[in-house]
């Protein structure tokens, strides 16, 4: 199984989950997104690989996020797809891909259950 990890190096969630991985003997492919920008395709794949709320993909706490002007709460799938395409800095991060399931590293043991 490939496993990919959707990564910031200058994002110490990141660092840490790459490292968790590595500690576990697991060399992921990694995608630096802010170096290859995601396409609204993949985002929205992204986002079904999770399940659960789309909108827990998207950092609301960033300037491009602010301005969007809107809501978290008021994106549905597409907008979050788009705006994350637009501005990759929004992507929470890191995010794990296992084979045909995913998993936010916050904390980073939350992508443990991904490897079993």
């Not at 790459?18 to 395709?41: S, V």
């Not at 998207?58 to 978290?72: C, S, V």
């Not at 797809?81 to 929470?92: F, G, K, T, V």
């Amino acid at each position: 199984m490939t496993i990919t990890i959707w990564h910031n190096p200058r994002c110490s969630k990141s660092r840490e989950t790459l490292a968790l991985l590595q500690k576990k003997g697991i060399e992921p492919t990694i995608r630096e997104y802010l170096k290859e920008p995601p396409t609204k395709a993949e985002i929205t794949k992204l986002i079904d690989l999770l399940g659960g709320d789309p909108q827990d993909l998207i950092r609301d706490g960033e300037p491009e996020f602010k301005a969007l002007r809107k809501k978290k709460a008021d994106l549905g799938k597409a907008e979050i797809a788009a705006a994350i395409a637009a501005h990759p800095i929004l992507l929470q991060r890191p995010v794990v891909v296992a084979g045909s399931r995913a998993a936010i590293g916050r904390p980073p043991e939350a992508v443990l259950p991904l490897l079993r």
